[in-house]
């Protein structure tokens, strides 16, 4: 999604932007941005990978199967962490991530609530059980992401911005 950690791919986005509204195989995106198909490829499957689109459904169209594709919210937004400088790929993105978590929760335990309803929010659990369960979890943790990236009062002159890190991995060997 990002050239070297400093901004969206311009491309990356057209396209997630052409997939808000209904579900589009990569050629009818190239078709909606006049852009060639070809091109449009790679950029999907990045996009896909990166748990910015969902596969909807296949679609057999002249002997070739086209995949259809929809983004997962209708509104995304970018963590300024994502821009701080130190910020690059694998080991280190990650401790980034977490430094600037760190802070953003530090900062947030300072303040006084008056409804604990609104007081941030940690858990830690410990899950052991058979894979099969594992992947459920998984599977219903992802599932639980886009339901929540929809919210549609973000305009609301009260709204508030509240952040949540989602960390889920084995301890030790899967």
Not at 54 to 83: N, P, W
Not at 98 to 114: I, M, Q, T, V, W
Not at 126 to 154: F, H, S
Request: with cysteine.
């Amino acid at each position: 999604m990002f050239k070297n950690h400093r901004s969206p791919h311009p491309l990356r986005l057209r396209i997630l932007h052409a997939l808000i509204d209904q579900p589009r195989s990569t050629k009818e995106v190239a078709l909606f941005l006049d852009e060639n198909a070809t091109k449009l490829y790679r950029h999907v499957r990045a996009l896909h990978q990166a748990g910015l689109i969902e596969h909807q459904y296949d679609k057999k169209i002249r002997g070739t199967v086209a995949h259809y594709y929809l983004a997962i919210a209708a509104r995304f937004e970018l963590s300024d962490s994502l821009f701080e400088s130190g910020a690059s790929t694998g080991e280190n993105s990650i401790q980034t991530m977490f430094r600037a978590s760190e802070r953003e929760l530090n900062n947030a335990l300072k303040h006084d609530y008056e409804d604990e309803d609104l007081e941030p929010l940690a858990i830690k659990l410990c899950i052991k059980a058979r894979p099969e369960t594992i992947k459920m979890l998984r599977k219903n943790m992802l599932a639980w992401i886009p339901t929540q990236m929809g919210v549609e009062d973000g305009n609301h002159p009260d709204a508030v911005n509240y952040e949540a890190l989602l960390v889920f991995y084995p301890l030790g060997k899967p």
